[in-house]
């Protein structure tokens, strides 16, 4: 029982930073949501990253460093395909691309090095990050390039007759989250409801005795970093069309590494609520918390967005190294 | 499926023993400078029982791990069904109709009972996977015909009321039932058993015998064993198989295997 006591002071203290800025009177309801909003907008982007983490580090135990660089080289590869072609023939091709990627990373990279320690296959994705980094540059181009979903960016006003001067909201947004919801509903059934869905969770559960009965691992690794690679162009296409599409984008994997330390390694929901934790506390801990340190400290500026959600991480790896619902390792000594 | 098994001396004559479907023929197999098998050779004929015995660090793992494709000899020949194979892996000796328990249960824990064994359906499924993730109308018309064989595995293993229960949740010896459900859910040609009966109690040792005879029984199964309790071994099977430091040292019925001077040897020990 002893072991949750400190988890549990974080988990209060995050909940009491939350509600502080509304509690202590220092902002007004309706800015307060606009603000909480907007950070579960960016959670969810970063969930969808995270996501590609879970899912190849659950079916091969690979930490896939490589996931951002995915995210970037879809993103570029719909948005120069769309520009010559419909975005609804754009997108499939993409998908294409992506399991086609698949395919040559399990050939090239993950076949040869099976069973190698963990460390080799990281500095392996390393490599395919890398490589896929400027590859990408190569074959599409560097400059920004923009994916227009069709949707208008313009903020609409909601909620006003419940709070004084209403909420703005984007569509785009709103849009996003539907979309990654959808996204995680399609995985939750493929993964629950399919003979290949089983399949899968048979390979993290257990390689050997997967393949025992028949699972063969090569496969099931081109299946899931497949799976990762259309979740990588869904999170492609959703941040490229908000920040546009370049070459930072693929610096977003990094946000995605303190979101699965929060929320587990080998946890699809972990990656959901660790996402959205992470997207909500540092807009709360920017807009809140950094005057209130600026005046404290007499310091020069804010740029707490930048290092909260690492911070977040360590607190968890201290407290809880398993993430919120990762499986807890049970080593025998 | 007539006969009904009604004591252990119907066994021999109950069932015809027929063709050899496995032979190893002078394997050798090392790790480093340690030689873990060395020279072994043993057949398998359909329909029977057979025991790999010996004492701890004998090589009896080993030999069901090269079996199943987990490791590759350097040395020797191993036929199934006739056909020489070279190199064969896990998956593909489970897609050629060997399947196999694990000493150390190694069951999938995130799942329930009924999806464990159903993964053991997963060779024999033909579906592509869009018609599966939409559920097409063949697909779902498969998954109920392996779900409908599954549930006669369940019935026959006795573990109707845990089908929905996570593995993780059950008594050891109902975990052991799940891992042996598993394995007969790929109707195999040949059943390993490594130590089917290993940390059990008298009474789940006694439910585990009456399931491998049944399995043998009923369904004909090939069956190869490892186990340590020598009441069992010799009780369950037609043949055993010593092995001690790698090496073969007796190979026969369990009567002619009890009497073998280098078998009493190895476990009695001899005065130096």
């Known amino acids: 029982m002893k072991r949750h006591v400190p988890v549990i002071l974080l988990i209060v203290a995050l909940v009491a930073g939350l509600v502080a800025p509304l509690a202590t009177g220092a902002t007004t309801p309706g800015f307060y949501v606009e603000v909480l909003l907007g950070g579960l907008m960016a959670g969810v982007l970063y969930s969808l990253v995270a996501l590609g983490f879970v899912l190849i580090f659950k079916a091969s135990g690979v930490f896939n460093f490589a996931q951002g660089a995915m995210v970037l080289f879809a993103a570029l590869s719909v948005a120069r395909m769309a520009e010559v072609m419909p975005l609804w023939v754009a997108v499939p091709l ?3 691309i992506m399991v086609l990627l698949a395919i040559v990373v399990e050939r090239l990279v993950l076949r040869p090095l099976v069973n190698q320690e963990g460390v080799v296959l990281l500095m392996a994705t ?13 074959v599409w181009g560097s400059d920004i390039y923009e994916i227009n979903l069709g949707l208008s960016k313009a903020p609409v006003m909601i909620l006003s007759g419940v709070f004084k001067g209403g909420i703005l909201i984007n569509k785009d947004d709103v849009a996003a989250a539907v979309v990654a919801v959808l996204l995680v509903g399609a995985l939750a059934l493929f993964f629950q409801k399919t003979a290949t869905g089983r399949a899968l969770r048979a390979v993290a559960d257990d390689h050997q005795a997967a393949q025992s009965v028949g699972i063969p691992l090569n496969r099931i690794w ?64 920017e807009i809140f918390l950094s005057p209130v ?26 407290v809880r190294p398993e993430g919120l619902f990762g499986e807890r390792r049970i080593d025998r000594v | ?38 020279d072994v050779s043993f057949d398998v004929r359909e329909h029977e029982i057979r025991a790999i015995i010996g004492p701890n660090g004998a090589g009896k793992s080993s030999l069901l791990n090269v079996i199943n ?8 020949t191993i036929r199934f069904l006739g056909e020489p194979r070279h190199d064969v892996d896990t998956h593909e ?26 993964t053991g359906r997963n060779l024999r499924m033909k579906a592509g996977l869009l018609a599966q993730a939409f559920r097409f109308g063949p697909a779902e018309r498969e ?75 009923q369904f004909g199964t090939t069956i190869v064993l490892i186990e340590h309790d020598m009441g069992v071994v010799m009780d369950l099977s037609d043949r055993v198989l010593v092995l001690d430091y790698g090496k073969k040292i007796g190979d026969g019925t369990p009567d002619e295997v009890r009497r073998t001077q280098a078998v009493i040897d190895a476990y009695l020990g001899v005065g130096h």
């Open chain 1, 94 to 96: 993409g998908i294409g």
């Open chain 1, 126 to 138: 390393l490599g395919v990050s890398y490589f896929l980094d400027g590859f990408g540059q190569s």
């Open chain 1, 222 to 285: 081109v299946i899931v970093w497949s799976v990762a690679g259309v979740v990588a162009v869904v999170a492609g296409m959703v941040w490229g069309s908000k920040l546009g599409v370049q070459f930072s984008i693929s610096q977003v994997a990094l946000k995605a590494l303190p979101v699965v330390i929060l929320g587990g390694f080998t946890s699809i929901p972990g990656a959901i609520v660790g996402g959205l934790i992470i997207g909500v506390g540092e807009k709360m801990a």
């Open chain 1, 293 to 318: 340190l600026i005046k404290a400290f007499d310091l020069a500026g804010g740029g707490i967005e930048n290092w909260f959600a690492y911070v977040l991480a360590l607190l968890f790896l201290l």
């Open chain 2, 1 to 38: 499926m007539s006969a009904q098994p009604q004591a252990q001396e119907m066994m021999a004559g109950g069932r015809r023993i027929g063709e050899v479907v496995l032979s190893v023929e002078e394997v050798s197999l090392s790790f480093g400078g340690v030689n873990a098998l060395t």
């Open chain 2, 69 to 76: 494709g987990v490791y590759h000899p350097q040395k020797g």
């Open chain 2, 93 to 118: 000796a489970a897609a050629q109709g060997i399947a196999r328990t694990f000493q150390n249960l190694a069951l999938f824990k995130g799942m329930n009972v009924l999806d464990n064994i159903m």
């Open chain 2, 143 to 217: 998954e109920l015909e392996h779900r409908a064989v599954v549930e006669r595995i369940i019935d026959f293993l006795e573990i109707q009321a845990y089908r929905k229960t996570p593995v993780g949740r059950l008594p050891y010896g109902l975990q052991k039932r799940v891992d042996l459900g598993r394995a007969l859910a790929m109707e195999p040609r040949l059943l390993l058993l490594d130590e089917p009966m290993a940390g059990m109690n008298v009474e789940e040792k006694q439910d585990m015998c009456r399931f491998i005879l049944d399995v043998n029984q």
